[in-house]
C-alpha cells in the first residue's frame, strides 16, 4: 500500500512538473500586461496594451557551451513585489523622477540533468515593461559561457517600424533608417536598438535596453516569422557571446510603450532600471556647452597667425567661449595629428608609438589649461580609447593634474562584452579624476548616466559631422531621431552649423561646412535632441552677430522637467523643457511645410514673456533667415507657429516676476 501511494505521489509530481503554468504581472494602472506561460518545450511571454496585443507567443531562453536552457524548466513560486522610489538625477531630461512598477519574480529550473537555476524578473510600469535574467549563486553551476540568448520579440499583426539597419556587429551605428512594415522587413539583417513600432490606434512600442554592464549588447533580426535578439559576438571565438562568473545578470529587455508617442520621448524608464548614482562627490559634475573646432576645420579667420597645433589657435577659440557663456572649449589636434603624440596614419588608427600622455611640442596642455581656467572655459579632449586604454591610470593622473575637465572617447565601434567592460571601466575611473566622458565611434546609450552622471552623452548615430562630405543626412534624418535612437539616451549630434542652403545649393566642404535645414530647424535640434554636452560646432565668425546665437547661449543643457505637447512619427515633434522658472520649446519639422496650433499647458501659473524664433517667409530660398518675435503667454494659450520645409521653430519662455 505504501508502495501504491509513493508511485501515486512521484506520478503527481511528474505531472506537474510539465503541466502548463501562467504568471500574468500588470502595470500600476493595469493598461500594461505582460504574461509568461511554461510548458515542456520553453517558457514563452506575450505583451499587451490595453488588451491590445503588442508581442505574441515569443520564447525565452539560452544556449550554453554545455548545452541548451530552455526544455523541461520547472516554476517555484513567483514572487510578487511593489517599487515606488523618487529619485534625482545630476544629468537627465528630468530632475526628479518617480519610479513606480510592479515586480515579479519568476524562479526557473531545470527538471533533469544540470538543474540549473535562472530567475526571470519582470516590472510593469505605466509606460512600459521590462524583463532580465538573472543567474543566482548556486551549488553545482559557478559560471557560464553562453552562445546565444534565445530571447524573441515577435510583434502582433503587422506593426509599421522605423528602424535602423546594420551591416555587421562591427559598426559606429550611423546609418539612415528605414520605415516600413514588419511583414516588409528585410530577413537576415541586423537592425539596432531602440526599433520603434505602431500598431493601430495609435498604440507605439519601441525595443531597447537598460543598464547593459559586464554584457553584450543587443540587436533584433528577423528569422522566418520571429524577430529575434541576437548578442555582439567576442572578437576573438565569434561563437561566445558572454562568459561570467555566477551570480550575475542580463541586461534588462525593455518596451517602452503609450498611445501617445510623446511619451515615449517623456518616458525615465531606462533611468529607473539602472543603479543610483555610484560617485559619493557630484560638486565637479557640470554639463554645459563646448566648441568642437574639427567640424568647421579649426578655422581662424582675420588672425595673425597660423590655425594649428598650438596655444594661439586655442587662445582664440577659448576667448569665444569666454565671451559668449561657453563652458567648455575641445582640443582634439590639428588636420590628422592629434594632440598627442602619434605616429599613426590618421586619427583612427593609431602608430605603435603613439603616447597619449605626452603633447606634441607646440602644445603645453598645463597652460592652456590654466589660461582657459583663468577665463571661465574648461578644457576637454578627443583621444582614440587604443591610445588611452593601455595608459589609462597614468593618463587621468596627468589629466587631473593639468586641469583637464573631460575626454570624447573615439574609435570604439563595437558593443561585445569585453568593449562594453572597457567602457564602463573607462567612466568609472574617469570620476575619480573629475573627468566626464562623450563616447564617439559607440554604441547606442542604456541610461548608464544615471550610475555615472560624469557620462554626459553618446554618439551612436549618423550625424552632422556628414555634411563636411556628403547630403546623405537631411530634415528628414534628423526627425527619425527622436523616434529611435534618441529614446535610448543622449545624442552627440555636432550640431551648431549656421551656414544654411537649400538643398539644391548643397556641396561638400571639409572648412565651414554647409548645412540643409533652416536656422530655426537647427535651433530646434538643441532643444529637441537630449544631450548634457551641447556641441556649437561652428565657427565664432559664423555666430557671433547672427540671429539666433543668443538663444543657444541662453540654453541648459540639463532639465528639470520634459514634456512633449505634440508629434507625429517622423513628420514632426514639439517638445518643452524646463530649467527653473524658464521653458525651452523646440518643433522640428520634416521636409514638408506645415502650420502647428501648441498649447501652452505645460506652463505654471501667471505670465511668461516668449521669445519666438520663427521660420522666415522666404526661408525655402534663405534657410538662414528668421523672424523674432516677443509676446506673453499664460497656461493653457495657444501659440501659432509656422514649419518651413526642412524647418523649425524655438521659444523660450521666461516667467514674470
Not at 522610489?85 to 515579479?104: C, F
Not at 573627468?435 to 554618439?459: A, D, W
Not at 538662414?624 to 499664460?634: A, E, M, V
Request: charged letters at 25%.
Amino acid at each position: 500500500m505504501k508502495q501504491f501511494f509513493y508511485c501515486i505521489a512521484l506520478t503527481l509530481c511528474s505531472l506537474s512538473l510539465t503541466a502548463q503554468k501562467r504568471v500574468d504581472l500588470q502595470s500600476p494602472d493595469k493598461k500594461v500586461q505582460f504574461s509568461l506561460t511554461l510548458d515542456k518545450k520553453a517558457p514563452t511571454y506575450t505583451v499587451s496594451f490595453k488588451k491590445t496585443p503588442l508581442i505574441d507567443q515569443s520564447p525565452l531562453g539560452f544556449e550554453f557551451e554545455d548545452g541548451i536552457w530552455s526544455t523541461d524548466l520547472i516554476m517555484h513560486k513567483p514572487v510578487y513585489t511593489t517599487g515606488d522610489e523618487t529619485y534625482e538625477l545630476i544629468v537627465g531630461k528630468t530632475k526628479t523622477v518617480r519610479s513606480h512598477y510592479k515586480e515579479v519574480t519568476i524562479p526557473l529550473e531545470e527538471s533533469v540533468e544540470k538543474k540549473r537555476k535562472i530567475n526571470l524578473v519582470v516590472r510593469a510600469f505605466d509606460d512600459g515593461l521590462a524583463f532580465r535574467y538573472e543567474f543566482p549563486q548556486q551549488a553545482g553551476w559557478s559560471s557560464y559561457i553562453m552562445y546565444h540568448e534565445n530571447t524573441q520579440f515577435n510583434p502582433s499583426g503587422n506593426p509599421e517600424m522605423t528602424v535602423l539597419h546594420l551591416p555587421s556587429y562591427l559598426t559606429s551605428h550611423e546609418g539612415l533608417y528605414t520605415q516600413t512594415t514588419y511583414q516588409k522587413l528585410k530577413e537576415k539583417e541586423l537592425m539596432d536598438m531602440p526599433a520603434l513600432f505602431q500598431f493601430p490606434n495609435n498604440i507605439y512600442m519601441a525595443i531597447t535596453e537598460a543598464a547593459l554592464r559586464d554584457y553584450a549588447g543587443m540587436y533584433l533580426m528577423k528569422e522566418g516569422n520571429s524577430l529575434k535578439g541576437k548578442l555582439s559576438p567576442s572578437l576573438t571565438d565569434e561563437k561566445v557571446k558572454v562568459v561570467a562568473d555566477l551570480p550575475h545578470q542580463t541586461p534588462w529587455r525593455v518596451f517602452m510603450i503609450s498611445d501617445r508617442i510623446g511619451a515615449l520621448i517623456e518616458s525615465n524608464i531606462l533611468t529607473n532600471l539602472n543603479e543610483p548614482c555610484q560617485i559619493e562627490d557630484t560638486s565637479w559634475i557640470k554639463p554645459g556647452k563646448t566648441t568642437f573646432t574639427w567640424w568647421n576645420g579649426n578655422v581662424v579667420p582675420d588672425t595673425t597667425f597660423m590655425a594649428g597645433n598650438n596655444f594661439e589657435t586655442n587662445k582664440y577659440y577659448i576667448d569665444f567661449a569666454a565671451r559668449n557663456g561657453l563652458e567648455y572649449h575641445s582640443i582634439y589636434g590639428y588636420a590628422e595629428q592629434p594632440w598627442y603624440t602619434d605616429d599613426g596614419f590618421d586619427f583612427g588608427s593609431p602608430g605603435q608609438h603613439v603616447d597619449i600622455t605626452q603633447p606634441i611640442a607646440p602644445l603645453d596642455m598645463k597652460y592652456i589649461c590654466d589660461y582657459a581656467k583663468n577665463k571661465g572655459v574648461g578644457i576637454h579632449v578627443w583621444l582614440n580609447w587604443k591610445a588611452l586604454y593601455p595608459k589609462i591610470d597614468e593618463a587621468f593622473i596627468l589629466f587631473e593634474e593639468w586641469g583637464i575637465s573631460g575626454m570624447m572617447v573615439d574609435f570604439m565601434d563595437r558593443d561585445d562584452q569585453q568593449m562594453i567592460r572597457i567602457q564602463e571601466e573607462i567612466v568609472a575611473k574617469a570620476a575619480k579624476h573629475h573627468l566626464f566622458i562623450q563616447f564617439h565611434g559607440s554604441s547606442k546609450p542604456s541610461g548608464l548616466h544615471r550610475t555615472y552622471p560624469n557620462e554626459f552623452t553618446r554618439e551612436g548615430t549618423l550625424n552632422y559631422e556628414v555634411y563636411k562630405w556628403d547630403d546623405r543626412i537631411n530634415a528628414d534624418h534628423d526627425i527619425s531621431m527622436p523616434f529611435t535612437r534618441l529614446l535610448a539616451g543622449p545624442a552627440d549630434y555636432h550640431l551648431g552649423g549656421f551656414r544654411a542652403v537649400t538643398r539644391s545649393q548643397y556641396k561638400p566642404r571639409f572648412s565651414n561646412p554647409l548645412v540643409t535645414s533652416t536656422r530655426c530647424h537647427m535651433l530646434a535640434m538643441y532643444v529637441v535632441l537630449e544631450s548634457y554636452l551641447g556641441m556649437v560646432c561652428d565657427t565664432p565668425q559664423a555666430y557671433e552677430g547672427q540671429p539666433g546665437f543668443e538663444f543657444i547661449k541662453q540654453l541648459p543643457t540639463v532639465w528639470d522637467e520634459t514634456v512633449v505637447p505634440d508629434a507625429s512619427v517622423n513628420e514632426f515633434v514639439v517638445v518643452a523643457r524646463r530649467k527653473g522658472d524658464e521653458w525651452f520649446v523646440g518643433a522640428l519639422n520634416n521636409s514638408k511645410a506645415r502650420d502647428l496650433s501648441i498649447p501652452l499647458n505645460f506652463l505654471g501659473k501667471g505670465e511668461y514673456h516668449a521669445e519666438i524664433y520663427t521660420d522666415a517667409s522666404d526661408a525655402h530660398v534663405n534657410p538662414n533667415h528668421l523672424n523674432k518675435q516677443f509676446r506673453t503667454f499664460r497656461k493653457g494659450d495657444l501659440i501659432e507657429i509656422p514649419l518651413a520645409i526642412d524647418g523649425g521653430a524655438v521659444v523660450r519662455l521666461v516667467k514674470s516676476e
